[in-house]
């Protein structure tokens, strides 16, 4: 059985999404989608789309799609996602699942009542330094981790890029960025129990919302975070970096500029204290969550991440908003 997507968006990350449809085994696009009508016969050439939808309602009519794929503007992701599921779609989701609580509860009920999957776009979970760094702490080689900190440095021009990105509150770089730390640090060192948080005070880039932020998390083992972000640093370096710290080791994996690093030191593993560069495969992420999505359905399987996952992640990035807001920290669940 192929799974046939409706591609409904056609902006930055559809070149992400598509040829990871086109490369991902029993997967294919059905048809593309988006206001602009020029942008989407450009990527319909650019790919070899054959469909290209009049409008919405064309999309939840052809019952030949399976899986809608929203790539749309957060607030837009509710109200496509439950008429899509209402129709009896499944949906793929782009990160973050919604921009509030009220509206990842509505898509989740939606999915259940539909008994179709709903999966956000978890994509640094299919990094293939996720699995692999899953396993150091499964194993033990790090210890029992305390402490973890992450920074996404990115230029001006990521939100320039999507004039609608960042003009509404509670949707700016810790809706847009950080939310892939959220559930990166969820997945990796456990359920969050507070948060903290500053937004910066110095305007950097052309958002209405928040351009730069930090945030404190403390998770319900007793680890603690640091998560930084920011939309403002021009000039570079630019790149997203993840340090674990255990009691018996340490890992930092960092994506920068051209460059991917995951580097590890174990006296489990290695005998000794020196950080050793561990090489991994190069897989194309979005291509591996898209197969593990269509393998998921095709066997009857929950979705590899799930609503509620989606959810999670939104309901840390609330926290930080509520504590900056509050000035105080702020415990969860809300």
């Known amino acids: 059985m192929v799974l046939r997507v409706a591609v409904i968006g056609c902006g ?3 070149h992400a999404h598509i040829p990871a449809i086109h490369g991902a085994p029993g997967v294919e696009v059905a048809g593309v989608l988006d206001t602009d009508g020029a942008r989407a016969r450009a990527v319909a050439a650019r790919y070899g789309i054959g469909v290209i939808y009049d409008d919405w309602a064309a999309v939840l009519q052809d019952d030949d799609v399976d899986v809608v794929a929203l790539l749309l503007p957060h607030h837009l992701h509710r109200a496509f996602a439950v008429e899509a599921l209402a129709a009896g779609k499944h949906v793929m989701c782009e990160k973050p699942l919604a921009t509030t609580l009220a509206d990842c509860d509505a898509m989740i009920d939606a999915a259940a009542r539909a008994g179709r999957a709903l999966m956000p776009c978890h994509t640094r979970l299919f990094e293939p330094a996720t699995p692999y760094l899953r396993g150091l702490l499964d194993r033990g080689a790090l210890g029992d981790v305390y402490l973890a900190q992450t920074a996404g440095i990115e230029p ?7 004039p609608w990105l960042g003009r509404q509150a509670g949707d700016g770089v810790l809706m847009a960025q950080a939310v892939h730390v959220a559930y990166l640090l969820r997945h990796l060192v456990g359920a969050v129990a507070e948060v903290s948080c500053f937004t910066g005070g110095v305007r950097v880039a052309d958002l ?7 945030v404190l998390l403390r998770f319900a083992s007793g680890a603690v975070a640091a998560m930084t972000a920011t939309f403002g640093q021009r000039i570079g370096p630019h790149e997203h970096v993840v340090t674990l710290y255990g009691r018996d080791g340490w890992a930092r994996y ?8 995951l580097r590890v030191a174990s006296e489990h593993l290695y005998g000794n204290d020196q950080p050793q560069v561990v090489h991994l495969a190069e897989e194309p992420h979005f291509r591996t969550m898209w197969t593990a999505f269509a393998q998921a359905l095709a066997s009857g399987a929950p979705p590899p991440v799930t609503g509620q996952d989606g959810r999670a992640a939104v309901e840390i990035i609330v926290a930080a908003y509520q504590s900056a807001a509050l000035g105080r920290p ?4 809300l």
Request: without cysteine; hydrophobic residues 40%.
């Open 12 to 14: 930055a990350i559809a």
């Open 156 to 162: 001006p021009s990521t939100p320039g890029a999507r």
């Open 208 to 214: 209405a919302a928040d351009d730069t932020a930090v």
């Open 254 to 261: 960092a994506v920068g500029d051209s460059r991917r690093e």
């Open 330 to 333: 702020v415990r969860l669940p």
